[in-house]
């Protein structure tokens, strides 16, 4: 018997088109145009499943009618054998940052696109969604469009949506962080002093593609030494050493929802300052999924955090804090910060991050949680302690 492939149903992207096209009626606008890349393929994905490649891509979402995927020139085969959806178009604004100017391929334009979904009618208010990523070459296709058109930035509509997560979405997620945890425990028994980062690396991938996962949910941390103090960083040649702190996170995709388990490791001992601060990261992970559950303010849980932190004396140690949202990107919005003045609701989904630092080390504990009315339930749970290999 082979392994089951996830899948979001064709339902599910059904009724994503629905509650869009409602927000973009809501708005008042004639049409949504999201925006992804191959790094950012969220708000394409969701709607489409479409993840590009090389090439950038969009959707077209009008206040009437079906939604339209936009692709660049390369990827039609591509785009036809995976997309939800099922009009779709290729511009030049999609193609390759090597600017290929392709004289053989016959390409759509915003103005013949415009002309087919609007007809004669002058389109007036236009939203654009993934706003911090939009290329300005599809704004300018746009623009020339419809010159006088008013462009609005409408990410809300999208990603108010994808905050609250369905009963498929959250099994997406669960798929996911098994794998890492999986991935995890194959890599600890494998881990060595005399190994590089990217040795550890090579270990992870092996680990999550053989339990199933599509991808990587994001690039592994295998940190060690000095570079365990990147709260953000890229492994490299540096070996792990013996009592080094190494920062791990590992992420797997499963149906392009992707997934971090953080745990800081030491081959042998930790010193015993090193072990206080460990020690400090996990006691301040576990208070604040405590203060998480449905109907709490988000800045509530925050200030609980800062408070926590000053209270067992690592304030100078944090960098931010403590969660982030969760969900086709590993990190995505909301995060939790001093202003957030949302509440949480049932089945929104958070990376609970934290990580402390100084200048020899750092840390970061991570686990992946779904908000419930009486608390949060944790897609991962595994080695939820000091690891001294």
């Known amino acids: 018997m082979g392994r089951k492939v996830y899948r979001i149903p064709d339902e599910e992207f059904k009724r994503r088109w629905e509650k869009v096209q409602a927000g973009v009626k809501a708005k008042g606008l004639d049409l949504l145009v999201a925006h992804s890349d191959e790094a950012d393929f969220a708000n394409v994905r969701y709607l489409s499943d479409y993840w590009p490649i090389f090439e950038s891509a969009g959707v077209i979402v009008p206040a009437e009618g079906e939604p339209a995927l936009l692709i660049g020139p390369e990827s039609e085969t591509f785009a036809r054998d995976t997309s939800r959806i099922k009009k779709i178009y290729k511009l030049i604004e999609y193609r390759e940052s090597a600017e290929p100017e392709y004289p053989n391929i016959q390409v759509d334009t915003f103005s013949s696109i415009f002309k087919e979904l609007f007809g004669e009618r002058k389109v007036k208010k236009i939203g ?99 570079n365990s103090n990147h709260a953000i960083g890229r492994p490299g040649y540096a070996k792990l050493g013996r009592n080094n702190l190494i920062q791990l996170n590992i992420g797997a995709r499963v149906a392009g929802y992707s ?71 590993e990190v995505e919005r909301p995060w939790m910060e001093s202003h957030s003045d949302y509440f949480l609701e049932e089945n929104m989904t958070f990376q609970v991050d934290t990580f402390l630092y100084c200048e020899e080390y750092g840390l970061r504990w991570e686990n992946g949680v779904v908000v419930k009315k009486d608390g949060v339930m944790p897609f991962s749970d595994k080695l939820n302690k000091i690891i001294e290999l």
């Open 128 to 226: 654009l969604a993934s706003y911090q990523i939009f290329p300005l070459p599809v704004y300018e296709g746009i623009r020339r469009a419809a010159p006088d058109a008013e462009i609005i930035k409408s990410d809300e509509i999208i990603v108010d949506l994808r905050i609250i997560k369905s009963p498929v979405e959250l099994e997406m997620l669960q798929e996911a962080f098994r794998i890492s945890e999986a991935a995890l425990k194959k890599t600890l028994k494998q881990m060595k002093p005399t190994m590089t980062e990217l040795e550890v690396v090579g270990i992870i991938e092996e680990a999550l593609y053989a339990e199933g996962a599509e991808y990587e949910g994001h690039p592994q941390y295998v940190l060690a030494g000095k």
């Open 259 to 329: 997934s971090s388990v953080g745990r800081p490791v030491c081959i042998g001992k930790m010193p015993p300052d090193m072990k206080r601060l460990v020690q400090a990261g996990l006691d301040m992970h576990f208070k604040t999924m405590e203060w998480m559950k449905a109907g709490v303010k988000a800045n509530e849980v925050v200030k609980k955090f800062f408070e926590y932190g000053e209270r067992i004396g690592v304030s100078k140690n944090i960098l931010y804090g403590p969660c982030h949202g969760l969900g086709m990107m």
